[in-house]
């Protein structure tokens, strides 16, 4: 074989080595449809951690001051747990949280997200927010893992008669 084909042979198991992610790249699983402008951009994701930023807009702001809503900051800290979770049909059934330091407009918000116990299909994620190095959030999210898509689910025999 000459020795340009054998190059262009490398070339190509090189490149799809890449495209598959062998080199144990962890790909989104979940939440493919969220807005990131609204609920932030994933920075890393690893298998059980996530960082997210938020950087804060307009269409956030709560008043006149600057002060962005806490839905927002929740929703970016919801959105780090389901992704640090990374299962397909997840979905968040408690939260305990607080908010720690008021965000404002154009802040940069890093959310980190760590799952921090497994059991059968529940999750719990811890969640931190940041502002350069101040804590803004904390939160512990639990979460359960669904067979199939929440929507989906057959909640009791009643419906499925319904349906026929």
Known sequence: MSKSIENEIENEEELELEEYGTDNKVFLQTHDKINVSLSGEIELLEDGYVEIRLVTTADMLADHLGLIHGGFIFSAADYAAMAAINEKNVVLVAADT???????????????????????????????????DIKVFEGEFKTVITERHVLKLKLNEDEEAQEL
């Open 98 to 132: 607080q908010f720690l330091s008021p965000v404002k407009l154009h802040d940069d918000v890093i959310f980190k997200a760590k799952v921090r116990h497994k059991e059968g299909r529940k999750r719990n994620v811890h969640v931190d927010g940041f502002v350069f």
